[in-house]
């Protein structure tokens, strides 16, 4: 499930509650501007639609959203084991983004989450 404003807590708290659940919950974790979304969307979307719906695909598309839309995208993902969404990027995690231009060495930054 994707929603603008969808990675809040509260809406993985509603979900567990319930037996049909999402298995990821993408968004934002506040209110965004229309052009972000667009920018999010067509990254997530389409890394779905080319990779398939998973985790790790799911992680790719979030740091191609953190470089090019906004860093206050994240996504939850269901946890049988914990029978609770866990969230990516966790609390104070940090991952390399690497950037590469053609024809330019690549340029890695750290993004915490």
Not at 19 to 46: Q, S
Request: glycine residues 6%; contains cysteine; aromatic residues 14%.
């Amino acid at each position: 499930m994707s929603s603008c404003w969808g990675a809040v807590d509260e809406i993985a708290d509603e979900f567990e509650k319930v037996r049909f659940k999402p298995d990821i919950i993408f968004g934002a974790t506040d209110d965004r501007c229309y052009n972000e979304y667009a920018v999010a969307w067509t990254i997530l979307y389409n890394a779905f639609s080319q990779e398939g719906v998973d985790r790790d695909v799911a992680r790719e598309a979030l740091r191609a959203i953190y470089v090019t839309a906004h860093k206050n995208f994240r996504y939850l993902r269901w946890h049988d084991g914990n029978k609770e969404y866990v969230q990516f990027p966790g609390d104070n995690r940090k991952y390399e983004i690497i950037e590469k231009s053609k024809g330019s060495k690549k340029k890695v930054s750290t993004a915490s989450g």
